[in-house]
Structures are given as C-alpha cells and as structure tokens.
C-alpha cells in the first residue's frame, strides 16, 4: 500500500488531548476484549462504566465522596445519566474519558462526559449526568454543600 | 410500628401490571447480589443492561433484527439511550422491565422503558432510547424498511 | 429433516430437574443477549456468576451470611472456585443453576455448582468452589461456627 | 503505629516485575470502581475477567486465535478455569495479569495467570486455565496445529 498524506499513526498525540479540551479530568482505560458484545463492537453499557470511570476519580479530585465504605452523611448520588453514542468502540483499543461539571444549583449539578478512542483517533460518545446531593442518613435530597461548590469551582476554574 | 393502612405485601399483584400498563413487551430479571455496588444499590450501569433486555425483546417480537450472528443487511442500531432513577434496587428483588416505541421518523425510532421493582413495589426507573435503521453493509443509515414500520404499528397497535 | 426419535422439544420437563438431582438449591436465571461476547456464546465470566447467583442463595437458606451491609463478624469468604465448560450458552435461553454442599472442614466447606441450560437440555457447566469461614473483624480464618455445621447439615440432610 | 522497616511505598518498582517473572506476557488494567461489589472488594468474578485479559493478549501475541468476527475453522476454546483468591483488591488499584503456557498436549494447551495488586504490592490472585483446539467448522475438538506449537514454544522459550 502506498500513499501521500500522513498515517494515522502520525497523528501527533496532542490531538486526542484537544478532543478532550476543557475536561480537567480525565481518565484512561484500555479497551477489554470481554466487554464486546454479539454485535463485535464494545456493549453500550460500557460507555456507562466509562463515564462513572470518570466520574468517580472526578469526586476523588474534588473530595465530595467518600468512596471507601457504606455511603453517610451528604454524598453524591446519580440521579439521571444519557449517552449519544458516536462510533463504535472495538479491542484493541484504549480510551480517554472525560468529565467536567457545567453548572450547580440549589441541590444538584450536571456533569459532561467524553469518550475519545486512540485507535479511532475520534470521539466515540458523549454523555451528561446529573447528580444530586442527598443525605443518607435523613434519606432526602439535601442542599449543596458550600465545600462541593468551592471544590467544583476550584477544579472547573469558576465560580459556581 | 404501627399503621392502619393496607400492608404493603398486600398489594394486589395486578398492582405492577398497571404500573406498566402501555407497555406491549415486558421481561422479567432476577436482581443478582453481584450486580449491587460498593454503595449496597443495584450500580446504574445495571439499568441499562434491563433496558437492553427489553429492547431485545422487543426485537425480537417484532422480528426487526437478526439476533444470531454478527449484524448484516439492515438492522437497528442504538443511537441515544438516558435513564432517571427513581428508586434504588437491592437484592434479592425481581425487577419488570417493559419496553414500547412511541414514535417512528425516516431514519430512526424512539423507545421507552420502565423498571418496575416488584419488592418496592414501585417504579426504579425510566428510560428513552433512539434506535437508528444503519445499513451494515454500506455502514451508513438507512430508511426504516416498510417492514419494521408495519411491525411496529402491529405491537403498538397504531400507524406509524 | 426426518427423524424417528422423540423430539427434543417433548422432552418431560422433569428431565431438567433430574439433571440437578441432589442440588438442595436451584436458582433460574434468564441468559441476556448482553452477556454473550464476540464470539456469540455466553462469556467465560458468566459462568461464576450465576454459580455466584446459586451460592448467595446457598448463603440465603442457610443464613450463614448477611447480605446486606459490610461484611462483619464471622461470614463466608470464597478462597478458590472452578468451573468446566461443557456445552456453550446462547440466547435466548434460561440457566438453571444448583449448589451443594460437598464437604465441611475445620475452616473451610466445599460446594459444587451445576448449570443445566433449558433450551439445550444438557449440563452447560460444572464448578467448585472453597468457603472459608472468615473472621472480618480479626482479618483470619475462623473456625467454622457450630450454627453453620448444624444449618449445612440440615440442607443437605447429612451430619457434617 | 510506628516500624523500622522500609516503608511499604518504597519498594523498589522491579519488585512488582519479580512477581511477574516468568510470565512472558503481562498485561496491566486500572481496577474499577464498580467493579467492587456489596462486600466493598473486587467481585469474584472480575478475576477472572483479568484472566482473560490476559488469555487474549496472549492468543494475539502467538496469532493462535483470530479476534475479529465470529471464530471459524480451528481456533482455541476455553475448557476450565479456576482461580486461587490471595488478597481482595479495591479501587483505587491497578493490576499487573500476566499470563503463560506451561505445557502443551495433543489437544489442548494449559495455562498459568498471575494478578498482582500494584498497590498493595501483592499476589491477589493465581490461576490455570485449559485451552483445547477446537475445530468450528466441524463443532469438535481439533489437533494442536503445528504452528501453534511453534508459536507457543516461541513466546516461552522452550520446545512443547
């Protein structure tokens, strides 16, 4: 095979930070062979495990959630998500997942996902999420703490 | 405790057919203990695999895909898929997924779906998913074959 | 396609059931479409899942284990489990999974896992699997407590 | 608590190697946050997840198994498989699996996989796995193809 253009793997490897341009945190995972499904391409349930790849080291960054035990106290819980899937995702191959959070109100805030494959060199899917501050120990919803909107407005650079 | 209400184990059984009432394909799944997280709930990824099992379902009365074998031809393709929680599952519990489509266009079809937890005796959650016509072949989408329009009207019982 | 013999669909039902003869527990579960993987049979994994599935409900009848919540206490751990695969799963299909207990040590008991596959009418899988009775306070093996001997025995109607 | 010894976070980063040595291929996967189930660890499961992660790094690295598409003519089938628990794993962790092939018959080849906890420093896991020649085609079992042989004998220095 012969051609003019640059390869595909000349790609110069900014580029995949460029498609995830304004998440400030974003995690990698390979691809699992396993998680194909009869169709040959990744299970559109997966795109779900990525996003709350991304979400979960998205609490760890901003200290909102205790991960470790029996969630007490206010912690985050998710209260609706959705996925428009892009190109289909196939091993081998890696992704990069994005998540960043786009606004907050008086008990919950909304979160972006992205999902980039390496080998495609392409956003696979975006996703949104809303999470709700709730208290498990009253079982309510609970207003947001001001120690999540300092921590979500120091990562985000803004003032939620 | 005391109370002077019904008891809720005496709920009459039709009680979670009305609360799927429209939806034409419905399937049963036990919750599995392993399908609970490290937050002692059903993970959310979980409802998307009900969803899907619904979905399937619905594919497979209508007969709109080949279920065996990698997808050729023209077949149905998830596009969009969201959830609403409303209500965490835990095992042991047995879960009513129902599935309906409440629209067709050119290209693709809308669906609905519903959990219905039957411990809880309550929704769990609520969930919408774009099916896209995709031509396998030409790797492209494709027109809703008249076919699948007929097939759809016959479940729900309307013209599409 | 011509045959003399009986059709496997006229198959009595009770078949399946000798299948698991000597199983004290049986769980059913529905094969879904989402658990079979590129190679279009039910995944390697799914396998110790639904042996999972059965040994909860081992853990359930004889009450060995809390369910819910953090394990604390004296309660079960799995120290080593096997399976072979015997026939491959597709859907549509239904498993029905059996669990018994084999064996009772000072620290440890050992169960064995059957899959019966409805629509193949034949073993799927066969499994082991070592509990050892674990102290998750102290973080050691625990003798096996006399409440367990007595409800394990009681199950499988021997004197372990 | 207060120790003499070498703090655990300064072992040097070849012992993680050491534990992996004779395993020609390793592969490495971050340990996901739900994949820990109610009992807060790893589900048992997802071991075995790993191992195939591994199985299938090695299938690609000795080109005994064709990865894309529905498995045609002789092609490699997994008979059994077990797993020895060690230690649990938790999020956050990432796994080093390495797998390798420690005797090769007339049909079959077994194999040897290994988990280890990069946080904790750990074995978590052990595990063999029998891989038979399985002709798709004809739907049995196959003669180990010669190339197969040499392949294998390859990766692992040896002569099967």
Redesign the interface.
């Known amino acids: 095979m012969s051609f003019d253009g640059p390869r595909p793997s000349m790609h110069h490897p900014l580029m995949i930070d460029d498609m995830l341009d304004g998440f400030e945190v974003v ?4 691809v ?3 998680d ?5 391409h990744v ?4 795109y ?2 990525y996003f ?2 991304a979400r ?1 080291a998205y609490f ?1 960054r901003t200290g909102i959630a205790g ?5 007490c106290g206010i912690g985050p ?9 892009k190109a289909p995702l ?3 191959d890696e992704v990069r997942i994005g998540a960043r959070v786009t606004s907050v109100g008086e008990h919950s805030f909304e979160m972006e996902y992205r999902i980039v494959s390496v080998a495609a060199h392409a956003i696979a899917a975006e996703g949104v999420g809303v999470v709700v501050a709730y208290d498990y120990d009253a079982e309510r919803k609970a207003t947001i703490p001001p120690a999540w909107r300092t921590a979500l407005s120091s990562v985000e650079g803004c003032s939620f």
């Open positions: 995690v990698t995972m390979p699992a062979w396993g194909m499904d009869a169709f040959q299970n559109n349930i997966v779900f495990r709350e790849d979960i760890e991960l470790s035990g029996r969630p819980i998710l209260a609706s998500t959705s996925c428009q899937y196939l091993y081998p």
